[in-house]
């Protein structure tokens, strides 16, 4: 299973997504913690790799949090930075656990571009 956001402007501005459905599958699925596990004002984080279009790997992180108020959101390290990611964008969250150079991490997270 693998889950998709489209990326929007708002987005790219302040640095946070809200989880959708596939998100939220996907973190129950392959993550060791997942929405229901985290309270409300609460944040979790796990170490991915961001795959950007010209298939340049880094290492990132996915911050998955809840607001006061039960919102289920998310930011990923080095989005706009390393990925240069971009409005229109898609960006793919994919189960793959691995260690690549004593660098243990949870996901694989690929921006996908709109051209």
Partial sequence: ?????????????????????????????HLPVNYTDINNGERCVFKALLIDKDENITPSALRMYRRPRGDKLLSIMGLTTKAKAKAGDIVTFLPHSDDL???RYFLAIRVTHYE
Avoid: W
């Avoid at 998709?4 to 939220?24: C, E, F, G, H």
């Fill in 101 to 103: 150079g004593g660098f």
């Fill in 1 to 29: 299973m693998e889950a998709k956001i489209k990326v929007t402007q708002r987005m790219l501005n302040k640095s946070i997504m809200d989880a959708n459905k596939s998100v939220v599958a996907f973190a129950k699925e």
